[in-house]
């Protein structure tokens, strides 16, 4: 409505990270589908925050991805586990699972983990594992969502457990993108 204003200035701490395996920015999802995917994981965030006219300043981190592409989901992809982390060394990890209609992973899930200078390496699905740890139901839609993770990539000696700050978090964009998704707010613990 007309009584909130939310302005941010963004200014990007680390280089632009390509997303894909090969790290040239190209994302398979399935077989002869893909999309265009980059990243700037760790940005400076600084604005105001206006509520029915008091103005709340904030300061903080921020994480901006931008996909683009021809894919579309085929019948076999049924889900996906999505997940962007900044961890309190100054790393990063972007990590997802595509599932498929017998709630099995897809080859094609992948991941990086940047460092904090910036260095990335990309991930392959056997390099990481994301294991839901309960489930929410919609009230809304009575589509049934995974609702907290654990997350371990051996390589970078990664354990890290994932869970929602609130549960109902899904997003409803048929008037939009014609899906229906959860996507939020999480806190992060682990090593």
Known sequence: GDDVTFEATLKPKKRLILNGKA???VSYKDENEAS?????T???MEGDFVWNGETEHFTGNSWMDREFGTWTP???QKGWDWFSIQLDNETELMCYQLRNSTNGISPYSSGVFIEKDGEYTPLSNDEFEIEPTGYWKSPHTKATYPSGWKIKVPKFDLMLSVTPVIQDQELDTRGTTMIVYWEGACEVHGK
């Not at 265009?36 to 700037?40: A, I, N």
Request: no cysteine; glycine share 8%.
């Open 42 to 44: 760790r940005m400076e």
């Open 36 to 40: 265009r995917y980059f990243s700037y």
């Open 23 to 25: 790290k040239n920015g």
């Open 74 to 76: 085929t019948e076999n």
